[in-house]
């Protein structure tokens, strides 16, 4: 498969590759990774990385090519970290000649016209490796790549902390290590919280609820993210610090965004991808994201979620 990939690419002159809407490490790694790859490849080819704005903390992997709707014509469009046509920025991935969808997530309905879907993978990054190791003779790594493909490694592994992480995570890791990867200054970057955010962060372990059965979570109000200067995307991101409460094993935060609020989910033992689902939304088996709009569904949630846990826990008596 990622010969016939590879082969594709070589078909075409001009590559746009897009990737999901806010994007995170994963998402803006796999999607630079591999334009630098193919960039260093390839030198003549037209390769382009398009999106909508990238976190500050990410902006040290590069930056959006601005394109016309012109340059889509008889182009190769790639996807990566996307598992739903509809959460891809932006519409225009469908105005190329073929295009080719690249991802890790559980549920990834088919929408293109070459898939290469690994939902054991736990980054897409890992998959760009791999693509990279698959075709070694004839694609070029550089350092630029390796940072790139590295940090989302980092980013969707929580550090290589998060379960999936498995050898052949490591192995891709392993691989662009020898790249001149600088782990120290990516983990820095990634680390470095500005004081908005860890006076947030305060507020948050404050003023956070917790539901009948154990679900840490917080609702990220309009007020609040204002009081504190944070964009709805900062605040959200505030997500894993409730992973680590004694007793939790299901945590969210809610976001309210002007026109809905976006939900993240996670957990651990317990699949919550179907709630996920269930809310216009979706992902992996324990890291899912769903939208809601109003404070009854917020509670439909929880109450779904409590009630997961519940099952749960007359499953593990017996
Ligand atoms: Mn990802």
Known sequence: MFKKILEKIKEYDTIIIHRHMRPDGDCIGSQMGLKYLLKASFPNKNIYAVGDDIPTYLRFLGENDVISDDTYKGALVISVDTSVDNRIYDNRYNT?????????????????????????????????????????????????????????????????????VDHKILRCASVLMEYDVDNEKINTILNTKDIRQLKLQAYIYNHLKCTKEGIYYMIFTKRVMKKFNVTPE??????????????????????????????????RYIAINEVARKYRGG????????????????????????????????????
Not at 100 to 118: L, N, Q, T, W
Not at 238 to 260: D, H, K, M
């Open 234 to 267: 900062e605040a959200a991101a505030n997500v894993n610090l409730f992973s680590n409460i004694e007793g939790s094993i299901i945590w969210a935060t809610f976001v309210e965004y002007p026109e809905n609020i976006r939900v993240r989910l996670r957990s």
């Open 283 to 318: 992902g992996h088996l324990f890291a899912s994201g769903a939208t809601v709009y109003n404070k009854k569904e917020i509670k439909e949630v929880l109450a779904e979620l409590d009630k997961l846990i519940v099952e749960y826990k007359a499953k593990e008596v017996k």
């Open 96 to 164: 190329g000649d073929y295009f080719i969808k690249i991802d890790h997530h559980d549920d990834s309905p088919e929408f293109a016209d070459m898939e290469y879907v690994d939902e054991k993978m736990s980054a897409c990054c890992g998959i760009i490796t791999e693509f990279y190791l698959a075709n070694k003779d004839e694609l070029v790594m550089t350092k630029e790549a390796a940072t790139a493909l590295y940090t989302g490694i980092l980013t969707d592994t929580g550090r290589f902390q998060f379960r999936g």
